[in-house]
């Protein structure tokens, strides 16, 4: 995603300067795009137009504003994640492009649709990329993802299901007050949406994903410094239909065996699962070191040629912290919407949004057959396998993505 946890992606709202006030954010009314205020906008250029001086840029809401420049305007570039123009450096406008992320300071139209800017702030994009994979580096490094299954108030303690390849863990996770601890936004399926929360707010069932580091001499007990949480659908279904142009993808749901249509946005992270992984290929296949997933991916989803149901905490070599289901799926090779075809068994993650039969797609994992079956407790002797069996307690929660 091109957001950025914590408002990486508007840092520049929060800039300090010579003038804090030019930088201050002004509350947007309701409905209102709040990277436009009456002094600023903040978006990504779309177009450039150096003869007609002019940018055209897109702000996170989608609403669209001309920069008209002039001999006048200044030209500043800052590094991602800095808060004041102090070591902001000097630039041109030849030296901005598509891409690239603005704040274009002056002041805004009544309409909103433009601004003659007296200063342009920019954040390049490649700037932007290395600090987001700098990022999610950090997170799978020092992060841990599971569902909440537990909640005491009296001691601001979360226990999280934490699904790893020999098991399911029961982590511990002390909320403090220096805590930062945020929740995805309703129907938003950007990381960098999340917004303040605190511990009243968490809910059984909700996904969690946070930063920080384990006990060396408790695995299971795991101190944050951030924290995100959010309230997720994880739905299984066969595709029955694909409209490249609309973003739609509609499917048969395996559990409820009703049709639901997923909406595929510009935001969403698609993925296969590579058939191999299924058919018991070790680790020095696709599975393993170099492939598409983790080393032991491969080893661990076969026993005899079958796929492998998970063991239990007590099972084989016991719990191994640090590696879980959850990174193998983020790590898997991503596709576009045009790679999903009618008769693919998906797994998407969604938004719990208002209609229950539209889901807007954060993490979609197509050819999720083997999976499934990695997922799914074996059945009872003279019961049919229930390939969605394994969806409601399997402890999947890539509903939550990296920064």
């Known amino acids: 995603m091109r957001t950025f946890f914590f408002a990486i992606a508007i840092a520049l709202i929060t800039l300090t300067a010579s003038s804090p006030a030019l930088f201050a954010q002004t509350p947007a009314a309701q409905g209102a795009d709040s990277n436009i205020t009456p002094k600023h906008a903040i978006g990504e250029i779309k177009t450039i137009d150096a003869a007609a001086k002019q940018l055209v840029i897109k702000t996170d809401a989608g609403s669209i504003v001309t920069v008209s420049l002039s001999d006048k305007t200044a030209y500043k570039r800052l590094a991602p994640g800095e808060t004041s123009l102090t070591s902001a450096t000097d630039v041109a406008l030849t030296d901005l492009a598509e891409g690239d992320r603005v704040m274009a300071q002056g002041t805004v139209a009544e309409d909103r649709k433009s601004v003659p800017a007296l200063r342009v702030v920019v954040m390049t ?85 946070a930063i920080g580091d384990r006990l060396p001499a408790d695995p299971l007990h795991f101190n944050p410094e951030k924290v995100v949480t959010g309230s997720f659908r994880t739905v299984g279904g066969v595709v029955t239909a694909i409209d490249t142009a609309t973003g739609e993808i509609k499917i048969n749901e395996l559990e409820k065996k009703r049709p639901l249509t997923i909406v595929v946005k510009h935001d969403a992270v698609l993925r296969r699962f590579p058939a191999e992984m299924g058919m018991g290929r070790g680790p020095g296949g696709p599975g393993g070191p170099g492939g598409a997933a983790p080393a032991g991916g491969g080893a661990q989803a076969a026993q005899g040629g079958q796929a492998a149901r998970p063991q239990g905490a007590g099972g084989p070599g016991g719990p191994r912290p640090g590696f879980n289901i959850n990174d193998m799926l983020e790590r898997l090779p991503t596709i576009s919407i045009a790679d999903v075809k009618v008769g693919d068994t998906i797994i998407v993650s969604s938004t719990q949004g ?50």
């Open 125 to 209: 994009k490649g700037d932007l990329a290395k600090k987001q994979e700098a990022e999610r580096l950090e997170w799978r490094r020092r992060g841990i993802l599971g569902v909440i299954t537990a909640l005491k108030p009296e001691t601001k303690e979360i226990t999280i299901s934490n699904r790893t390849m020999a098991g399911t863990q029961a982590v511990i996770i002390p909320i403090t007050d220096k805590t930062e601890v945020r929740r995805y936004a309703p129907d938003s399926i950007k990381f960098g949406d999340a917004k303040p929360s605190s511990f009243s707010e968490l809910k059984v069932g909700d996904q969690l994903r």
């Open 354 to 403: 208002v209609d229950p039969t539209r889901l807007t797609a954060i993490s979609l994992v197509a050819g999720a057959d083997a999976l499934l079956a990695m997922l799914a407790p074996r059945p009872q002797a003279g019961q049919a396998p229930n390939r969605a069996a394994g969806l409601g307690g399997s402890g999947i929660s890539f509903g939550i993505g990296l920064p």
